[in-house]
């Protein structure tokens, strides 16, 4: 009898298949596809096989059987957990296949007296298994590929509405200072509120350009003076500074030192990282903005007083949706805009403690012709 064959040799048979599924190439076999996966689904069939063997009455409907209902369920759990684990199709299919093989690659060693019914029924179980494990398998990839979809249109629509947000807010400070009396159009204010004006534009333009990026058109670098640059992001910052009462230091910069970025991203994430560097700096703190060269690269480092933060919790700054204050004014999109910016332009972004706050450098290849 073959379920008499499968419970004699279970062990054995595990072990086989053991040394197949170890045998396969990434991603390894976990500990749950090894315990629930062909364990599982051996007890299941020896008790199929047992109850179709017992009767006529009990072989009548083989597919309505408790053991048959059985073999689907743990078959489906199986392709959910191979699913979430990363297994592709193929491994899913060849859990059982493993089996298969051994269970026959054993017989044929012991000359075990198996009957064509029976072997008929093991393939029929084999096959109603693969068939549950696949489909289990593709529906919880395309439910985790949908969420992950659903995901980055959240994440891309944040990035739009965060970056208009500030482009507004900065809009909004020239505007009363403006009104104030204090100051003009004509002065560095109206330049400020008229680049403000600008970035709403741009930020339309840079929506559309992300479309193009998507469909492999890359968008167009410029040659960025670095000095000028710096002194454009300066003005903004400065009365965001002043709004939260904050001193910002810039450094002077090499009037030789160039990039070759795209402007509008790079000017994002500059903003970006400076209201952050604002948002989370103590009360009466100092933010500071320098740039300068270091062989090859350029170095822009914002540093702030945000009170430091554990070197493990570094990284976590740069998660969408991951705010890390009582201050919700944002949607914790600005670092990640950031650093996708500086990528779009080549460079990197990154972050260290420095005790009494933390230190932001955008580094980026430094233009040829530059000393």
Known sequence: ????????????????????????????????????????????????????ESG?????????????????????????????????????????????????????????PVMTDEFRTLNRCLDNAIADAVTE???????????????????????????????????????????????????????????????????????LASVRLAAGIPVPRERIALAEFVEEVQVAAAMEANARDLDLTVAPVDSSLAVVADRQMLAAAMSNLLSNAFKFSKPHGHVSLRAHSRADRVLIEVEDECGGLPADKIEHLFRPFDQQNADRSGIGLGLVISRRGVAASGGTLSARNVGHGCIFTVDLPRAAGAR
């Open 56 to 112: 006529p009455a009990a072989s009548t409907d083989p597919e309505a059987s408790p053991a048959a209902s059985d073999i689907g369920r743990t078959a489906a759990k199986h392709g959910n957990e191979l699913a979430l684990s990363g297994f592709t199709v193929d491994q899913v299919v060849h859990d059982y296949g493993d089996l298969c093989q051994a269970v026959t690659e054993l017989a044929i060693e012991t000359r075990a």
């Open 137 to 207: 398998y593709n529906s919880e990839r395309e439910h985790r590929l949908a969420g992950e979809e659903t995901r980055a249109n959240n994440e891309r629509l944040g990035e739009f509405a965060h970056e208009l947000r500030n482009s507004l807010n900065t809009a909004v400070l020239a505007i009363d200072a403006i009104k104030s009396g204090r100051v003009g159009f004509a002065g560095a204010t109206g330049a400020v509120l008229d680049r403000s004006m600008n970035s709403l534009r741009d930020l339309i333009d840079r929506s």
């Open 1 to 52: 009898m073959l379920h008499e064959f499968l419970a004699d040799n279970r062990n054995v048979l595990i072990a086989r298949c053991r040394l197949k599924v170890g045998k396969r190439r990434a991603p390894r076999p976990t500990e749950a596809e090894l315990e629930h996966g062909v364990p599982r689904f051996l007890e299941q069939l020896i008790t199929a096989l047992r109850q179709e």
